[in-house]
């Protein structure tokens, strides 16, 4: 039972171990990615609004006002 306590204290050590690692790691390369697929997110983002919009100004807006005013044209 003494070998058992024993190699699980060993082990959380190394465990414990290899977490201090990653934690003290400072290249920068998890900030980087994140940061880079943040902007890219963004910009496509940007990109289909901008789409939905020209789309929504060019043929619905028109069509949609068109038909309001034929609908509440009353003197016909």
């Known amino acids: 039972?003494?070998?058992i306590?024993?190699?699980g204290i060993i082990l959380k050590e190394k465990l414990k171990g290899r977490l201090k690692e990653k934690l003290d790691d400072k290249k920068g390369s998890f900030y980087t990615d994140n940061?880079?697929?943040i902007i890219i997110a963004i910009v496509l983002?940007?990109?289909l609004l901008?789409?939905?919009y020209s789309v929504?100004?060019?043929t619905l807006i028109p069509?949609?006002?068109q038909k309001l005013r034929d609908m509440l044209n009353?003197?016909?």
């Open 50 to 52: 901008a789409g939905l």
């Open 45 to 47: 983002g940007g990109l």
């Open 56 to 58: 929504y100004k060019d």
């Open 63 to 65: 069509t949609l006002q």
């Open 5 to 7: 306590f024993v190699k």
């Open 1 to 3: 039972m003494k070998k």
């Open 35 to 37: 940061a880079m697929q």
């Open 74 to 76: 009353y003197t016909k």
